[in-house]
């Protein structure tokens, strides 16, 4: 069955360094989201994107935050500056129509130091 | 804004027994949908189960079965039979059919499964 990857699994970094989530959606898929879980809280979203561009993006989701979707098969998601607050649990999801399921990758551990 | 609320942190259960995870919700909307995902420890959400809210019948998947209340907000996950695998953590989820389709989550409930 096909599935939703991340890469990479853990990634470390130092605040305000650049980093950037790498997902790979479900290849038939048209709609891509990405969430995010600080340890403890709920999984809030942060944006979604449909025909190469933002379709929404919540109040988490500045200037800080970019998406892009380099090469019709990657997902990816840009923290320009990273701070301690960053440090999170974060999920793509990849949906074949806007009302259908959503598919989970298995996120990335984004620890700021 | 719509709301999602999982008020049971952790549950246990014993094997082959039945456990009923709660959720409510909060809502303006008549039509949206509602999810149930399982987490795993160490892997990705997957979907158990789905249903639409203009839909009166329960959605059941096997041993999983829901009971959707839509004037109460309330969409509990009824998992019958429990076995040593589905010890995991439970999320609810609701989906607005008006807008972009991201989804709100509840806060999650872990769910032990006690041999």
């Known amino acids: 069955e096909p599935e939703v990857t991340q890469t990479p699994s853990h990634q470390v970094t130092q605040m305000g360094q650049e980093v950037i989530l790498r997902c790979v959606p479900i290849?038939?898929?048209?709609?891509f989201y990405w969430y995010r879980q600080i340890l403890g809280q709920k999984v809030e979203f942060l944006v979604s994107?449909?025909?190469?561009?933002?379709?929404?993006k919540s109040e988490i989701f500045d200037d800080q935050f970019s998406v892009e979707r380099p090469d019709g098969s990657n997902f990816t998601l840009k923290i320009r500056s990273t701070k301690l607050e960053d440090s999170a649990m974060y999920f793509c999801?990849?949906?074949?129509?806007?009302?259908?399921?959503?598919?989970f990758g298995p996120g990335t551990r984004l620890t700021v130091l | 804004a719509q709301t999602v609320t999982q008020s049971q942190p952790e549950m246990s259960v014993q094997e082959a027994e039945t456990v009923t995870l709660s959720c409510t919700y909060d809502?303006?909307?008549?039509?949206?949908?509602l999810f149930w995902y399982k987490q795993p420890p160490s892997r990705q959400m997957i979907l158990v189960i789905r249903?639409?809210?203009?839909?009166?019948q329960n959605a059941t998947e096997n041993r999983f079965s829901v009971n959707f209340q839509k004037a109460a907000k309330s969409f509990s996950l009824k998992i019958s039979d429990s076995q040593l695998g589905d010890a995991a953590m439970y999320f609810c989820?609701?989906?607005?059919?008006?807008?972009?389709?991201?989804?709100?989550f509840g806060t999650g409930t872990r769910l032990k499964v006690l041999a």
């Open positions: 249903q639409e809210a203009y839909k009166q």
């Open positions: 999801a990849s949906s074949e129509a806007g009302f259908t399921t959503q598919y």
């Open positions: 989820a609701y989906m607005s059919i008006t807008g972009t389709y991201k989804y709100i």
């Open positions: 994107f449909y025909n190469n561009e933002i379709s929404e």
């Open positions: 809502t303006s909307e008549s039509d949206y949908y």
């Open positions: 290849s038939n898929h048209l709609y």
